[in-house]
C-alpha cells in the first residue's frame, strides 16, 4: 500500500515516536528546518498550527528566536 492512503489530516506535520514516546512536530522550507518535540498530542497540535501560520504569513522559516516565541504561546 502506498503511504498517500488514509493519512489523517489532523496529524499533518506530526510524527508520534514510540521509542521516545513523544510527539513531533516538523515543518521543513527552502532547506531549513523546525522540529520540537512534545510529550502531550494538543500541545503538539497548538504548536504545528502557530508554526505553520507563520510559515503561511511570513513565507519563510522563524529563526530560533522566533521559534522560541512561539513555544512560549503553547501550555507544556
Do not use: G
Not at 11 to 25: A, P
Amino acid at each position: 500500500k502506498l503511504m498517500t492512503e488514509d493519512r489523517d489530516s489532523s496529524m499533518k506535520y506530526i510524527l508520534y515516536r514510540k521509542d521516545r514516546k513523544r510527539y513531533e512536530v516538523s515543518i521543513a522550507r527552502d532547506h531549513s528546518r523546525v522540529r520540537r518535540s512534545f510529550k502531550l498530542l494538543e500541545s503538539a497540535k497548538v504548536f504545528r498550527d502557530l508554526l505553520a501560520e507563520f510559515v503561511n504569513e511570513n513565507k519563510r522559516i522563524p529563526t530560533k528566536a522566533e521559534v522560541e516565541d512561539l513555544m512560549s504561546k503553547v501550555k507544556i
